[in-house]
């Protein structure tokens, strides 16, 4: 069984830093893309980044592109999100997840990712 567990998340005024680990348990962490999702109170969960299973390719939602970069240690089992210029509105619970098929790309629709990690909660003050 795949466990995610994500962490450092926490409190921190606008235009502060976080980054954000997640370490994945198994043998096959390194032949899978992997992406990072967030909710909000009361909203939907969203795609934010998403990472191929070698880290050559990277994807990026619009309301964090040029701010957040993901990155992976496959030797580590951990894939990394590291927020800069953070917003109020980055305020929400993170998620990192694992993609089912082996040797893929990054993808933006939770439907294509088969673990998810129980979150970290990253708020943002003004």
């Known amino acids: 069984q795949v466990q995610l567990v994500e962490s450092g998340g926490g409190l921190v005024q606008a235009g502060g830093s976080l980054r954000l680990s997640c370490a994945a348990s198994?043998?096959?962490?390194?032949?899978?893309?992997m992406g990072w999702f967030r909710q909000a109170p009361g909203k939907e969960r969203e795609f934010v980044a998403a990472?191929?299973?070698?880290?050559?390719?990277?994807s990026y939602a619009d309301s964090v592109k040029d701010r957040f970069t993901i990155s992976r240690d496959n030797a580590k089992n951990t894939v990394y999100l590291q927020m800069n210029s953070l917003k109020p509105e980055d305020t929400a619970i993170y998620y990192c997840?694992?993609?089912?098929?082996?040797?893929?790309?990054?993808?933006?629709?939770?439907?294509?990712?088969?673990?998810w990690g129980r979150g970290t909660q990253v708020t943002v003050s003004s």
């Open positions: 990472i191929s299973w070698n880290g050559l390719s990277t």
């Open positions: 997840a694992r993609r089912q098929s082996p040797y893929s790309g990054p993808a933006t629709e939770l439907g294509q990712y088969e673990y």
């Open positions: 198994g043998r096959t962490f390194s032949t899978r893309a």
